[in-house]
């Protein structure tokens, strides 16, 4: 955040401030509505990356064309464990919000169900899909596919997306344990900061355009990046294309290109939850509770902890928002 | 292998040591007979840690009192897609075997399904167990928990086990795509190789007992195997005791203790097989093909592949086995 001044903005006053950026791109008041609330949640997280910058990737998407800013998703009930929402090109949230109420229904009934979800445009982060879920009681693992970033453990270019994965547990009566990562060693924008800044790169998160490791961030950003955990998450992050691609009838990262590219690919994909009721399995959340304990007593931090001590901070005193991003959205919603 | 001879023995010849050690130990035929299964297709694809190795395991094990020797799992279609399985002390593989026709069942009714194993004696590979899934064309991710000699990331002292997980996706006409691995960032058997041969460890393996990072394999034995992949690693290690403990109420690995120890605590825990229906989600299983593919066009390689070579090897010249644990195992059987 060197360089940048913050200030803050009410929730209230930011979902004006998106309710009119949205509606000026045309998105319906359903697409709009789960955009928005996301958004909000994120920024209130200080999940920067994810919170209301991403009305300016969304206004973009609208003003290329490429997505369907009124789709109403279609939910099938497709097994008696699995639900399938066709996106149809509009943003995967609304789909997400539109299939939940099937997939917890057939979760708690039958012990374990998955949502497929097609064609979607995906730029949200899964924690807050998968914290949706734990909310209600019930365990989720989401993954999706993403654009072309990363390089197969042990090859030499671009094929796989930094393909997040994301989980949650309920924890009665607190905040649930969630994690929710890509899994490549960085994030594409972690490299683009340090090659502005000028900085190297840690060894393992990149290759150059020839396959060699690199730690030059110029070199990465026409290379490719790396899986985090070597074999091991290369091999995850080709199970997340595997689940949330070919399983469901959807793209492979190396299928979709990012908005505003030239290429003639496609922006929207897939996305797979599974939804597992614990009292349908015999649960012990005590049990859990004295592993969380024990992890905490000996110095470990559970994840998202960063995340949930933004939350308490918004909650007092409003979403921190850099100043110039703020100058941004509001030219953007009187333009 | 450094200094050690080899050589071959037939599977008929094992089948007939293992039959011969297993009824020794007292092992009823049921228990057996899957056991011997899994050690010879594991000595096959020359996964000598699992494999005919685990006979003097198995065998200490039966001595021990610890495990029940005659156990019949008791299989329970407890939800619409959920199977539990009581191993009743006995080992996991023919509570597995016990549970897959109910399992894969419902996977093809209701396009997902779990299996919970408790209270079983855990061994084996978890790859032999997702491959047999997949040979029917379904999907499978396993995981269990297994003994805690690993600290969370961030953390100084054992907690997590070694938690391995395993997925497999069939392949129609070739060997399906399966990885399976510890969430470790190493084996503990890959440092006490490393201690007995006075080599150092890579970075980022083990922590001494003060919880500091180390290389020398002598203080790791007495601290902690680090996760793989630094914080993400540890996350989806502590899912991993998540869904295959407290979940399906059973232990976590810090509850158990390891064969023979002199802790009162319990050897036998539990472990989760979650199966998906390809068929019930709209698979193209072209898609698939053409990511993998993709992969090895780039020289990346597919996990697995060095067991095929070894399968491939061994159904042709029999199976490798160590002359030194050859003599054992007949010393055993005569005993």
């Known amino acids: 955040m060197a360089g940048k001044t913050y200030e803050h903005i009410s929730p209230e006053n930011a979902r004006k401030l998106a309710t009119v950026i949205l509606a000026k791109a045309k998105f319906s008041e359903d697409q709009a509505s789960s955009m ?13 990356s994810h919170g209301l910058y991403r009305l300016i990737d969304c206004y973009n998407a609208a003003k290329s064309g490429q997505i369907n800013l009124t789709a109403q998703p279609v939910v099938t009930d497709h097994a008696p464990s699995v639900v ?13 919000k539109s299939g939940l109420g099937l997939l917890t229904q057939k979760a708690r009934a039958n012990g ?17 899909e998968v914290e949706l879920i734990s909310d209600l009681g ?20 671009p094929l796989l997306g930094t393909n997040p994965m994301a989980f949650s547990w309920p924890r ?34 990149a ?47 190396c299928q979709t290109a990012p908005l505003n590219s030239s290429d003639t690919k496609n922006i929207t994909h897939g996305e797979l939850v599974i939804v597992l009721d614990p009292a349908r399995f015999g649960v012990s959340f005590e049990a859990a509770e004295g592993l969380f304990q024990d992890i905490e007593a000996q110095g470990a931090r559970l994840p998202s902890q960063r995340r949930r001590a933004a939350k308490r901070r918004s909650d007092k005193e409003g979403l921190l928002i850099s100043s110039e991003l703020l100058v941004e959205l509001e030219q953007l919603a009187k333009g």
Not at 193 to 205: A, D, M, S, V
């Open 36 to 48: 928005i609330q996301n958004m909000i949640d994120a920024q209130a997280q200080e999940c920067h």
């Open 84 to 96: 399938k929402v066709d996106a149809c090109q509009g943003n995967s949230l609304l789909a997400f």
């Open 112 to 128: 374990i169900a998955a949502m497929a979800i097609n064609n979607s445009f995906h730029y949200s982060a899964l924690w807050w």
């Open 138 to 157: 019930l365990v989720a693992l989401a993954m999706s596919p993403t654009l072309p970033f990363v390089a197969p453990y042990g090859g030499i270019k």
């Open 172 to 205: 009665p009566g607190g905040d649930p344990y969630t994690f929710d990562f890509a899994t490549s060693a960085s994030a594409r924008g972690e490299i683009e900061i340090r090659r502005r800044r000028g900085e190297t790169l840690p060894p393992e998160w």
């Open 207 to 253: 290759i150059d355009s020839e396959g060699n490791p690199t730690t030059d961030a110029e070199r990465a950003m026409s290379g490719a990046l790396l899986p985090f955990g070597k074999h091991k998450g290369s091999a995850i992050s080709i199970m997340v294309e595997l689940l949330a691609g070919p399983l469901i009838g959807d793209l492979l990262s």
